[in-house]
């Protein structure tokens, strides 16, 4: 069965600093891989996302993740944190013809010090 | 821009009562799911829709828990009786055909609580 793992549970980083936010995945083909962000007491908004081709793929808000298959990760950073980039972000995984069905890791809270 | 709208956004009940959640997705978007986020935990799939069909509820706890989508558009999540444990944040989410590299677009939740 399919499995995400993000090793980090908090991460603190001062303001104007890089960022990286681990995330492993379990799945024995090529998975459909998400970054999602959540906001205290909001839902969840998509970063971006990997299916095929280009391994390093850009999303919103200046964010981007590389899909490494050797390792299984999935791995997202940003160049330069700014203090609106504390929220929780989860990786997600999709497994391939079961509609869509998404399986997150339990999340990294990012707090960002001035 | 088209947003998915959850109501309510917070609820406070005991447990043994009964409770009901409503999600209204993007329009046209044929895929539905439910999603249960337990605080410190990433959203797990409670059940999912296909216009007014049930695709997947295999993790659905079906002796408290039922959702319907009864004309393919806005659903309904009812558990009754409610349990201490079923504190939670409950997701609503929708695409537009349901196919693995669609965005999922989530709702606000409804956070619930029970004492």
């Known amino acids: 069965a399919q499995s995400v793992t993000q090793p980090d549970i908090h991460i603190t980083v001062s303001e104007g600093a890089s960022l990286e936010l681990r995330c492993n995945y379990s799945y024995g083909a090529t998975p459909y891989l998400f970054w999602y962000v959540q906001s205290p007491g909001q839902g969840l908004q998509l970063l971006l996302k990997y299916f095929s081709g280009d391994t390093l793929v850009q999303g919103i808000k200046g964010f981007e993740a590389e899909f490494k298959r050797s390792q299984s990760s999935f791995n997202l950073r940003k160049p330069s944190v700014h203090w609106s980039d504390a929220a929780e972000y989860f990786c997600a995984v999709g497994a391939r013809n079961q509609g869509g069905k998404l399986i997150f890791g339990q999340g990294t809270e990012l707090s960002v010090k001035p | 821009e088209a947003e998915v709208a959850q109501s309510p956004r917070y609820k406070i009940t005991e447990k043994s009562q009964a409770v009901a959640f409503w999600c209204d997705p993007i329009?046209?978007?044929?895929?539905l799911y439910w999603y249960r986020q337990i605080l410190g935990q990433g959203p797990e799939l409670l059940v999912q829709?296909?216009?007014?069909?049930?695709?997947?509820d295999s993790q659905l706890p079906k002796d408290r828990f039922s959702a319907e989508r009864l004309k393919g558009v806005d659903s309904t999540l009812k558990i009754q009786p409610a349990e201490l444990g079923d504190s939670a944040m409950y997701l609503c989410?929708?695409?537009?055909?349901?196919?693995?590299?669609?965005?999922?677009?989530f709702g606000p939740g409804t956070r619930l609580l029970v004492l």
């Open positions: 329009s046209g978007h044929a895929t």
């Open positions: 989410a929708s695409s537009f055909r349901g196919r693995e590299e669609e965005t999922q677009y």
């Open positions: 829709f296909q216009d007014e069909s049930v695709v997947d």
